[in-house]
């Protein structure tokens, strides 16, 4: 079996057994990027060195067997703003192109801890701030599957490097869906775990009310695995949930008798047919795994795109505050005064990240401020209300991840209500703070289709038990058509 086709498990036990080393295994992936990375920007920052520095770590590790975790010696790669000591942190943004932070985020603190390997820095819209991973200022991250087409956004680098097998697992961050659209246009799966479970602390902040750090991994038992690798409390991150009870972890055990509702709203007008017969389909093989199905409807979902976007933007404009070139930020025209240099250093800043701080500032203003930012909030907590009495009448909801599959770059990624739409699915989950799951469900063309399980907070388990189910019953559509060698071998083509 190549190296590319197998799983953590698989990956583990070769450790284990000594039929590959670590250093062999980060070698043969750095390799990889190497080869495949020029054609798809999904990378920022590989620091080689430090990569088979980590891998020789878990090596000693295993040869002692002290402290032998199911991540040691295996592969991750982050997502650019998550910080990592001593490793190039840059947002995707030229403001902090030279920011090497003195501490890691306690999800990287977690997996160092654990033995696994970081291969890199993954490419994102800059500072997080968009749909279709083109407003980095390291170059647009394409799909694997079509090179024409996007890989979707903000964590649309760590998506392409999992589907294209240049990493088996990996890290994104999720404010409206940056997880899980580039999953679904990618073709993998991604998490945005209950907020709260997973650590914020060294994430760079976009909008901290809905920022959640999740895993991204090509099955659900990879994705599951690296997801208990990261959750937890963490006393540095003041929003962090007390962790909860250990599970069995058993992810092919029975659904019969769960309730799965199908919610009017996500079926509707903007989504694509094609996309809407598929997700059917996923529930078709629930119903006959024992799931009952139910219609019901969301009504605050009507105002979800425009209170998510008020409110992030909002935010975005107080945790964009501190890139004055004091605290954070290049430094530059220090010789104009305090305000010349703090203006002169944010022009360093891309033109939608400049935008969204505009506009944030301004909903934020007096004379904006109740008509338009309190009323988001009040949406927000309707929206909260309405999740809550759709969770009293179904165990879990089920619903497309995108409206249509990965859209081309040249077009359709220059279409802005466009690429606010590709939102309009994944939004609900960061309003409410539940976990939201996205996988594969078949194809499109050649394009990988999403579908989406959400659930009540601290449900990941139960997303992760249906979805497992599912890609047990329908192998072929869970895992869409091509493995990530032949993605790696249409990409040299």
């Known amino acids: ?20 080393s670590a250093v062999e295994l980060a070698t043969f992936y750095l390799d990889r990027i190497a080869q495949l990375d ?8 590989v620091p080689r060195a430090e990569a088979l520095q980590m891998a020789a770590a878990a090596d000693r590790r295993i040869a002692a067997q002290e402290g032998v975790t199911v991540l040691t010696g295996i592969p991750v790669a982050i997502k650019d703003n998550i910080c990592t000591e001593g490793i190039r942190t840059t947002c995707g943004s030229r403001l902090l192109a030279d920011y090497y932070p003195i501490f890691d985020a306690t999800v990287v603190a977690k997996l160092k801890q654990a033995g696994a390997v970081l291969l890199g820095k993954t490419n ?3 500072f997080a701030m968009g749909s279709a991973t083109k407003y980095s200022f390291y170059g647009l991250t394409r799909n694997p599957w079509d090179r024409n087409r996007v890989a979707g956004g903000s964590s649309g680098g760590s998506a392409a490097a999992v589907a294209a097998g240049m990493v088996p697992l990996a890290l994104g961050s999720d404010t409206g869906g940056s997880i899980r659209q580039p999953a679904a246009f990618c073709g993998v799966w991604g998490l945005k775990p209950t907020y709260g479970r997973v650590s914020r602390y060294g994430l760079v902040p976009y909008a901290p009310s809905f920022d959640q750090i999740g895993p ?27 962790a909860p009870g250990e ?30 017969e598929r997700v059917l389909a996923v529930a078709k093989v629930l119903a006959e795994a024992g799931c009952e199905l139910m219609e019901l409807s969301l009504p605050s979902m009507a105002y979800a795109n425009s209170a998510y976007y008020l409110l992030a933007y909002a935010e975005a404009s107080s945790s964009m505050a501190r890139y004055d070139g004091v605290r954070y930020g290049s430094r530059t025209g220090a010789e104009k005064g305090i305000v010349g240099m703090m203006t002169t250093t944010r022009q360093g800043l891309g033109l939608e990240v400049k935008r969204r701080i505009l506009l944030g500032t ?50 359709e990624a220059e279409d802005e209500r466009a690429l606010a739409l590709t939102e309009q699915y994944t939004v609900a989950a960061n309003l409410t703070g539940n976990p939201a799951l996205s996988f594969p469900c078949g194809r499109l063309n050649h394009l990988p289709v999403g579908a989406q399980l959400m659930g009540p907070a601290g449900t990941e ?19 869409p058509g091509r493995t990530a060698r032949d993605v790696g071998e249409q990409i040299e083509v």
């Open 362 to 411: 301004y909903f934020l203003s007096a004379d904006c401020y109740e008509d338009y930012y309190q009323q988001a909030q009040k949406v927000r907590t309707w929206m909260k209300q309405d999740f809550a009495a759709a969770y009293r009448r179904c165990d879990l909801l089920l619903t497309p991840t995108t409206a249509a599959p990965a859209f081309r770059i040249e077009g």
């Open 247 to 276: 599970t069995d972890g058993d992810l092919s055990a029975s659904i019969q008798g769960l309730r799965v509702g199908l919610p009017r709203e996500f079926f509707g007008a903007g989504l694509d047919a094609k996309v809407k």
């Open 461 to 479: 388990d139960l997303l992760f038990r249906v979805a497992t189910v599912y890609a047990e019953r329908a192998p072929e559509m869970a895992l």
């Open 38 to 45: 020029p054609k798809l920007k999904a990378f920022i920052t």
């Open 216 to 242: 991204m991994a090509r099955n659900a038992q990879d994705l599951f695995l690296l997801f208990q690798g990261i959750a937890g409390y963490d006393p540095l991150d003041p929003t962090s949930l007390p």
């Open 1 to 20: 079996m190549e190296i590319t086709e197998m799983n953590v498990a698989a990956l583990r036990e070769a450790l284990d057994r000594r039929k590959i």
């Open 124 to 126: 994102l819209d800059e």
